[in-house]
């Protein structure tokens, strides 16, 4: 079963405790399955209760609430024209659109768009942490006049034997189920839209976005709330998102073939406020910093924030079906100090919900030493602490910032330490049948300082005792330099040298944050350095069949600084040569902005911005530190930025890539130098479209899923 319709509701003030959140559970897990779930909004407009001998109070219905439903209200036609007529439905003889503030759930984070935050928009209903609650509908339907035909002669029938004439939104959340189920069929060859709500927003933030805007009318169905809530241009409390175009009769793409081309659409790099932890401080100086999917449904992310009393702690969120849980504190051993200066860097994931995290604190006599913390079944043990090397100094500052699982309760972490000689080395430490072994130095490249200052900052298994590693080291003269080491068979040896770009600086300051292989001996490290003019630019490094090549640079943004201070923090590999990176750099304005650029074959393409979420100050200081991509169309990117009022707040984004479903042979010749149409998902960000080695002009964006091209003549067929 795909697609799940359902009429049933309860107004939330009267269902007993517990019972939303338990039911929750079940739509959230329709939505990871890729099952549609919708409900109807009720026919008692903004004063959900009434129907159930409660006040005017405004207030709304669940199910339709939830955030794994799609919430559908209702719509009336006043002229045989629906559309210019289309308006609110509330009928004072019949019933009125449900919708309003949500007092259980906050605001998803795919609940964004024009009107989405209003005049009534507010955290307070729903007690939420941080922003505002749940609003609903999302979308609408036909619910009143011209009414709805049916038969009716079994059970309730409402005092009508045979057919008859009704209405509500018990007529309209069938017709979207309906519609929803024959877009499945019609896509055969793609998988079901699934949890709808992530798209329909996206989709209606489009140039052409296959909703119809209705603007007219309101739920006040008692006649006593001032008229609330009123539809207005965009979303609005009463009609949601609007009511579905599913065809248009034109060479342009309806809702229907915009579901099914783009079956998991978010806005390309949209980026997501993610709200701190229940009992952060006022400014919660929350950080990502590093994410681990094993779906399309199922990430989790690690980091730190500060708590009320201003200690330092690490906390975890997972994202389910497209939607970010709020986030939870990790408990540091217990040896932590009162305030544990707690946080996890690391993270990876062997299923859903199973995942380990490490890190660092600092224990009661003030030591750093590096900790590491498992999840199970979605939630997370206290930390405990992994021991530095022999030769560690009696405070080790040690600290585990990256992680690598080939199967539950086998990983392989990576980081740094200082030794009994205060010299900064880098460390491994091993996890063998869920346990976790003392950790080891790792011996420097020849030539490093004797203070090495060495780092290990990113760690990736192609399997079991066979992993590779990526940081950073002194040599002799002081100069910072990249280096790689690799373990064969359990056996760790010792690290070489990564040569920086050839424009590097005499002291390249080259430093690899972190790497990503996709089989023994091929993978790639991501940095950065500084050039000739002791820029600092961001760097790539790559290994082919064992041997890694001299680094290359990676081209930072158009608008970036002369002095970009760009840094390549994450790495996520599909396939060999098909690789995302993220990271930060510095625009000519001087704000520190997130970016993200990506590989093709052998060819990086130049690094793009990437906006900080609504609410950033005009210099958000954005970064962009991990990245997961579960598949070739979908990653997922976390960070932080900070807000107009300084706060620093976590954020997550959804970067899509581009995918081609099918060339247009209908619409253009297919030979060189004549228009060509290609047809996919993910299209708006694409900055170059090659047809074998040649480059083809692109003419624009024609809608969402269509991008026009033409391709030099003497391409060749394409």
Partial sequence: ???????????????????????????????????????????????????????????????????YVTAVGGTEWTSRAP?????????????????????????????????????????TPCGAVAGDCRETPDVSALAGSPYYAFYCNVGDCRNVGGWGRFYGTSFATPLWAASVALT???????????????????????PLGGLHDITKGNTDFTRTNHGDYPATSGYDLATGLGTPEWTTGT??????????LLPKLHPVQQTTKLAPPSGAAANPGAMMSAVACTSLAHCAAVGTFTDSGQR????????????????SEVTAPLDAATNPGAALDGIACTSAGICTGVGSYTNDIGDTEAMVANESSASWSRAVEVTAPTNANGNPHAILKSIACTSVGNCVAVGSYVDVSSHGQAMVATESSRVWTQAVDVTPPSGAGTNPLASLNGVSCTSSGNCTGAGTYATTPGASEAMVVKESSGTWAQAANITAPSNA???????????????????????????????????????????????????????????????????????????????????????????????????????????????????????????????????????????????????????????VTKLSSDRGSTSGGSPMYIIGSNLADVVSVHFGATRARIDGLVFPAELKVTPTRGAGAV
Avoid at 185 to 205: K, R, T, W
Avoid at 312 to 327: L, S
């Fill in 1 to 67: 079963i795909y697609v799940v319709s359902t009429s049933w509701l309860a107004c939330e003030p009267f269902e007993p405790t517990g019972f939303a959140a338990a039911e929750s559970t079940d739509f959230e897990q329709a939505a990871a399955q890729g099952q549609t779930v919708l409900a109807a909004t009720g026919d008692y407009g903004s004063e959900a209760c009434k129907q159930f001998g409660g006040s005017d109070q405004l207030s709304v219905d669940d199910p339709a609430s939830d955030p």
């Fill in 505 to 659: 600086s005499s002291n390249p300051g080259a430093v690899l944050n972190d790497l990503a292989c996709t089989s023994l001996g091929n993978c790639v490290a991501v940095g950065s350095y500084a050039n000739a003019s002791g820029h600092v630019e961001p760097m790539e490094s790559t290994e082919v069949g064992g041997t890694w090549a001299r680094s290359r640079a990676v081209a930072v943004p158009s608008n970036a600084s002369l002095d970009p201070a760009a840094s390549l923090s994450g790495i996520s590999c599909i396939a060999t040569g098909n690789c995302v990176v993220v990271g930060a750099y510095v625009d000519a304005a001087g704000a520190r902005l997130a970016m993200v650029a990506s590989e093709d074959g052998k060819t990086w393409s130049r690094a793009t911005a990437l906006a900080a979420p609504s609410g950033a100050a005009r210099n958000p200081d954005a970064s962009l530190t991990g990245i997961a991509c579960p598949s070739t169309s979908s990653c997922v990117d976390v960070g932080n930025y900070t807000t107009v009022a300084g706060d620093v707040l976590a954020m997550a984004a959804r970067a899509s890539l581009p995918r």
């Fill in 312 to 327: 330092t702690q690490a906390m975890a969120v997972n994202e389910v079906g497209g939607m970010w849980r709020t986030p």
């Fill in 184 to 206: 499945n069929e019609s896509c055969a060859s793609e998988p079901p839209v699934g949890f709808l709500n992530p798209s329909l927003y996206s989709v209606a933030s489009s």
């Fill in 251 to 260: 060479a342009v793409m309806g809702l229907a073939g915009l579901l099914c």
């Fill in 83 to 123: 559309r210019a007529g289309e308006r609110t439905w509330n009928d004072p003889s019949t019933g009125s659109s449900g919708g309003g503030i949500s007092s259980y759930w906050p605001m998803p984070s795919w609940q964004q768009g024009r009107g989405v935050i209003n005049r009534y928009s507010s955290g």
